[in-house]
């Protein structure tokens, strides 16, 4: 167990619809990534937050949208939902921010979302 | 920007045989680099990581070191156990960017 929990586990909706996947950082961790991982993408960063502000952008898309709350957990909005953005989507913590290059990052468990 | 390219799975092993996942990487400055391990309905997990050329990374019998002059971080074990299955993916961080660069994903699969 990781410490990173995500919430809901399985999520299945309809093109056109908007989800919110939620994400508890480990207990002291200031920084949350997210990640879409796919069969044919691989493992792709999507953003970074440091404690509250947006701190890097990957390949994250403009349907998309993230946050990070004063306690620290984060969420990624996906919205206007394709039959492509069936994925795997992971948070992952880390106790320090982006200057910190060797900090590990701490996976969750995944969020599979299929749009259907 | 940065990338890592890894060798091409699935890798398949008969127990006790000596692995090698071979890794690349492109990236300005200095990253430091790491190995994750991802097993089947999970998140991934750290394995090993370098931080700096000619460090070497070690956990659970599995070793990496972090060559500079072939932009190279190879995992190898010397003898694999069923329970190594799992999909292996090389990273960095702290090249040309913080953004964490991953690679595609080699997945091992070990036969009793």
């Known amino acids: 167990d990781s410490g990173v929990t995500q919430t809901p586990k399985h999520l299945i909706t309809a093109t056109g619809q908007r989800v919110t996947l939620r994400c508890s950082p480990r207990?002291?961790?200031?920084?949350v990534y997210w990640y879409q991982q796919s069969l044919d993408q691989g493992l792709q960063f999507l953003i970074q937050?440091?404690?509250?502000?947006?701190?890097a952008k990957g390949n994250i898309l403009e349907r998309f949208s993230a946050q990070q709350f004063p306690d620290l957990h984060s969420e990624l909005n996906l919205s206007s939902l394709e039959l492509g953005d069936s994925a795997l989507y992971f948070c992952?913590?880390?106790?320090?921010?982006?200057?910190?290059?060797?900090?590990?990052?701490?996976f969750g468990p995944g969020t599979r979302l299929t749009v259907l | 920007g940065d990338s890592v390219t890894q060798m091409e799975g699935p890798v398949t092993l008969s127990e006790e045989a000596f692995l090698t996942i071979n890794c690349t990487y492109t990236a300005t400055g200095y990253p430091s680099l790491f190995w994750y391990v991802q097993y089947p309905g999970e998140g991934l997990q750290l394995l090993l990581k370098?931080?700096?050329?000619?460090d070497k990374g070690s956990n659970k019998g599995f070793e990496a070191t972090y060559r500079k002059e072939t932009t190279s971080f190879h995992l190898e074990k010397g003898s694999v156990q069923v329970s190594d299955s799992a999909v292996y993916f090389c990273a960095l961080r702290g090249g040309g960017s913080y953004i964490p660069t991953f690679g595609r994903g080699t997945s091992l699969i070990v036969h009793p």
């Open positions: 937050y440091y404690n509250g502000e947006e701190r």
């Open positions: 370098a931080t700096k050329a000619d």
């Open positions: 207990s002291g961790d200031l920084s």
């Open positions: 992952a913590s880390s106790v320090a921010g982006e200057t910190s290059s060797y900090n590990e990052q701490f």
